[in-house]
């Protein structure tokens, strides 16, 4: 029997689940992407438009504080441009300070009062430029007044009066000022700003006469006589440089000056080896064959002739006074009744009604049994040999030597203190030696005279060296007849430079920054010489000081007197920091003399205590070059979305 399979017995096959899954995912992912490209482009598109509108706003912000800026500086430049550059200490620079301002103000407003481009300042936009503007929205500006620096006159400055002093004082403006500036960017984004202040315009004066320090001269002779057959020395010269009688330079070297150069002559000699030329410029020469002799000075900021002469001091009652009361104004010579009055010695015996040979006194008196100070300084009757040294921080100290006699007086200002010591012998005297202002009774520091009534025999510091004068120690050493010196004599720092390039780039002769400690040395001798006796082994010699031998002649040994000289062994260098003051030029005996001018005494009427001055009548004014600044007083964003 034949078997037939059953066909349909075999299984059917089962359709898959999963069939266009792929599909649908891929749609999903599809969507997905779809959607965070549409929130990339959303917050792209978001981000610009912040950018763009940050960008406007500061672009308008910088552009109204731009415009503030340079409107502000326009209104300087304009207010500067008002004086009348031609004034004096009667005719002020500016009479009428509103119509300035009414004028200036004017200008702004037409100037700024549409948008200019901050690329051209308030001139017509260039190519190129920056899309950002500015304007100004408002503003106002005033006239306040006008004040004098150093002198004295109501609010519109009529009828100044000024200090019978030379000295730089000026007119001053001032012109209180609102600005408010509109800025704007390329998208039409504004900013607002406002500035509030005064413009200050200040029209220096300086006056040419008053009282004067000789200590401001580098260099000072009084006595020159024109082509008298000997010549300045040649080399550099530091310090203003003054003669009331004409220099004459010869052809032994270079001649080169500083600072500026006056003589009361209205020519300068030139001695060449056959002739002596008077001319009034500021160079000559003289032909020898083919050949040509040259003497041409570097006034590196020039010179003056035919100018007023300079009166002298007439003596040294001043010095002599200043050690009594610290105030250094005598009318006539000093008496020995009021060196008994004021002075006593170390066994507190006062100083003879009869006079004396010697000693060493000081001004003080006995306060509830304290010795205290009373004057200036020290008072030493008598020829005398002076050591000047420092100890601690803050001593100074002055040995003074008379025959078998010494006495050694520290004045510590720090401390409050002056000790004299003398043999076995001690005083403590409460307080220092002051200097008092003549006017207001006021002290004005702690500054010392001492004052010789006779010669100074040996004059130095404690060594080659060695400092002689302490930081903060202002003295000037006055002798009635000649000072001798044997030695060093140094500040303890030193306030100038004394070689090319000590600082930087700089040369000798510079103000050295932190250097100035108030520390000063005066040396001055109205009847004598400064004579130079050196003792030191190499032949140098260094003197920080500012030296004076002058008085008016005809007043009691002037005559023949005045002038630096060397006694002693030739020196090999003789340096000076300070100054030279002389009635005469004499001969120093020295192969290199380096001066250098201490600037100090140049600035503020800062000079050693009491040293010899001069009044000269002040004369014209003479106008300097206008300025102005401006001060601000308010800043404010007015924008209200910045």
């Not at 069939?19 to 990339?40: I, Q, R, S």
């Not at 030191?536 to 005045?562: F, H, K, P, R, V």
Request: glycine content about 12%; aromatic content about 8%.
């Amino acid at each position: 029997m034949t078997r037939y399979k059953n066909l349909t017995s075999r299984a059917t096959p089962q359709k898959d689940s999963q069939h266009g899954a792929a599909l649908v995912t891929a749609l999903l992912l599809l969507l997905l992407l779809t959607g965070l490209g549409t929130v990339m482009v959303v917050s792209s598109n978001s981000d610009i438009l912040t950018n763009g509108y940050y960008r406007g706003s500061r672009g308008a912000f910088y552009g109204a504080d731009s415009g503030v800026n340079v409107v502000r500086q326009d209104m300087v430049n304009q207010l500067k441009a008002q004086p009348n550059p031609v004034y004096s200490q009667t005719q002020q620079a500016l009479p009428n300070g509103a119509a300035a301002a009414t004028a200036v103000q004017t200008y702004i407003q037409n100037t700024y009062g549409a948008y200019k481009s901050l690329t051209t300042q308030g001139a017509a936009a260039v190519a190129s430029s920056w899309p950002e503007s500015y304007k100004i929205s408002a503003m106002s500006l005033a006239y306040a007044g006008c004040q004098t620096i150093g002198g004295t006159a109501n609010s519109t400055c009529a009828n100044p009066q000024w200090p019978s002093a030379t000295g730089n004082y000026a007119y001053e403006y001032t012109f209180p000022y609102t600005l408010t500036a509109a800025g704007k960017s390329q998208t039409s984004t504004n900013a607002t700003i406002y500035d509030e202040g005064n413009i200050v315009v200040d029209a220096p004066i300086s006056f040419a006469g008053g009282k004067t320090s000789f200590a401001a001269w580098g260099m000072f002779i009084d006595q020159n006589q024109i082509c008298s057959g000997s010549t300045l020395v040649p080399g550099t010269i530091t310090g203003p440089v003054f003669t009331n009688g004409a220099w004459t330079f010869g052809t032994s070297g270079n001649y080169v000056f500083t600072d500026p150069v006056g003589s009361a002559s209205a020519q300068f000699g030139f001695q060449f080896s056959g002739n002596c030329d008077q001319l009034s410029t500021a160079s000559d020469s003289q032909k020898n064959g083919k050949n040509s002799t040259v003497i041409a000075p570097n006034f590196q900021q020039g010179y003056n002739l035919s100018q007023p002469k300079v009166p002298l001091p007439p003596n040294d009652y001043n010095q002599e006074q200043a050690v009594l009361d610290g105030k250094g104004v005598a009318n006539g010579a000093v008496t020995n009744s009021a060196l008994h009055n004021g002075l006593m010695n170390i066994n507190q015996s006062a100083y003879p009604s009869g006079g004396a040979s010697s000693g060493v006194y000081l001004p003080y008196t006995i306060q509830n049994g304290v010795p205290t100070f009373t004057g200036g300084g020290i008072y030493v009757q008598g020829n005398a040999g002076i050591t000047l040294s420092t100890t601690g921080q803050s001593g100074q100290v002055y040995t003074i030597t008379q025959g078998s006699t010494t006495t050694t007086i520290t004045v510590d200002p720090v401390a409050g203190t002056t000790t004299v010591v003398s043999g076995n012998k001690t005083l403590n005297i409460t307080g220092v030696p002051q200097q008092i202002d003549p006017t207001t009774n006021a002290p004005m520091g702690p500054d010392t005279m001492l004052y010789v009534n006779g010669s100074i025999t040996a004059l130095s510091g404690p060594g080659q060296g060695q400092p002689a004068i302490q930081d903060g120690s202002a003295v000037t050493v006055t002798a009635a007849s000649n000072v001798t010196i044997t030695g060093d004599i140094l500040y303890k720092t030193e306030p100038v430079t004394l070689t090319q390039n000590q600082i930087p780039n700089m040369p000798a002769d510079t103000l050295i920054p932190g250097n100035n400690n108030g520390q000063a040395l005066g040396i001055f001798t109205a009847n004598g010489d400064v004579q130079l006796a050196n003792t030191q082994s190499n032949g140098n010699l260094e003197i920080d000081a500012s030296l004076a031998t002058i008085c008016a002649t005809g007043t009691g040994g002037c005559t023949g007197n005045g002038g630096l000289i060397n006694n002693g062994n030739a020196i090999n260098t003789l340096t000076i920091v300070g100054g030279r003051i002389q009635n005469q030029i004499k001969n120093i005996n020295s192969t290199t003399r380096n001066v250098f001018f201490d600037k100090r005494y140049s600035q503020g009427g800062f000079a050693p205590p009491w040293f010899p001055s001069t009044t000269v009548n002040v004369g014209s004014a003479t106008a300097g070059t206008v300025t102005a600044r401006a001060v601000r007083k308010q800043w404010i964003n007015q924008t209200p979305y910045f």
